[in-house]
């Protein structure tokens, strides 16, 4: 099983299944930072965008967030559409 962990500023956010006062799931898009290392100093190459879903409890405490905040997100789960990978959240900390 692999483990990723990402760290990133939340760009957008969407729910699903909403009922009453609960979220079944949420679909959040991070933009991570891709960094290289050269001569001593961390160099920024470039940002992505990378797609995570979270549901149950998880996603009833990430519908709080809005875009801009800080997420720390460890995952372990990839699942592929045909354009697509979408990580599977399993442990994350909100950094405001």
Excluded at 30 to 46: G, M, P
Excluded at 56 to 82: M, N, Q, V, W
């Amino acid at each position: 099983m692999n483990h990723c962990s990402f760290f990133g500023k939340v760009t957008d956010i969407a729910y699903g299944g909403q009922k009453a006062d609960a979220v079944d799931y949420v679909h959040i898009t991070l933009a991570v930072e891709n960094k290289r290392k050269s001569n001593n100093d961390f160099k920024k190459i470039d940002c992505e965008c990378l797609d995570f879903e979270a549901w149950g409890s998880a996603a009833f405490i990430l519908s709080s967030l809005h875009p801009g905040d800080e997420l720390l997100i460890i995952d372990s789960t990839a699942r592929k559409d045909r354009y697509r990978v979408y990580f599977r959240i399993n442990e994350f900390k909100i950094i405001k």
